[in-house]
């Protein structure tokens, strides 16, 4: 059974940091890793999906990176802004339905 | 562009009444998906469809019944309302599991309190 693991659980930083986000999964067969952004009282937002062949993805100020080896990957933000402020999840898609971390709760501190 | 619209967005209850949560799609997904999201527990699966008529249990599908009668529509029901089912109500929809890796989409959830 699939297990995903997000670390760390909140993360407070001054606005300008570069910040790694990790996420962890237990099974190395899947067809994909999916980075998702929630802002507060609302839905979930497709950030980067990652495919199981990829090692890097890139969007904007956004990069996330994929070892299906080791069962990690990692969201990378450039420059935080308080509009980064937010809770990303990581999930991992194989032969069910996505299985999903618990998310990290950012903080960008202006 | 509507995508993924859940109804309705907030919703009070007493124990033991019933009610169904409406989740359309535009996309033409075939799967669709009812998620509850609690503080500290994250995400967990309730039911999902992998197509029209079909549905499947989840993770937490206690208490909960499904249907899938049209593509575009997956309603989540509950049949007797209990505190335990205070929570945030998420669906989802997709092409597939992830094999033609397309992300998935969500609502902007419903918000049920029972009282």
């Known amino acids: 059974k699939q297990e995903v693991t997000q670390i760390p659980a909140a993360l407070s930083v001054p606005e300008g940091e570069n910040l790694v986000l990790n996420c962890s999964f237990t099974?190395?067969?899947?067809?994909?890793l999916q980075w998702f952004r929630q802002d507060p009282g609302k839905g979930l937002t497709s950030l980067l999906l990652i495919q199981s062949s990829q090692r890097e993805q890139t969007s904007g100020r956004l990069n996330a990176s994929l070892d299906k080896s080791s069962g990690r990957s990692t969201l990378y933000i450039a420059a935080s802004q308080p509009g980064d402020s937010a809770t990303y999840l990581c999930a991992a898609s194989g032969n069910t339905p996505l299985v999903f971390g618990k998310g990290t709760r950012l903080s960008v501190i202006a | 562009n509507a995508g993924v619209t859940q109804t309705p967005k907030f919703r009070v209850l007493k124990t033991g009444q019933s009610m169904t949560l409406l989740c359309a799609q535009d996309m033409n997904h075939e799967y669709m998906y009812w998620y509850r999201q609690d503080p500290g527990m994250g995400l967990r699966l309730i039911h999902y469809?992998?197509?029209?008529?079909?549905?499947a249990k989840g993770e937490v599908p206690d208490g909960y019944n499904v249907s899938r009668l049209k593509k575009q529509n997956f309603l989540l029901g509950l049949e007797s309302a209990a505190p335990s089912q205070t929570s945030v109500y998420f669906c989802?929809?997709?092409?597939?599991?992830?094999?033609?890796?397309?992300?998935?989409?969500f609502g902007d959830g419903t918000r049920l309190s029972i009282l």
């Open positions: 469809s992998v197509g029209e008529g079909t549905t």
């Open positions: 099974d190395s067969a899947i067809y994909n």
């Open positions: 989802a929809s997709g092409r597939d599991f992830g094999q033609l890796n397309q992300p998935q989409h």
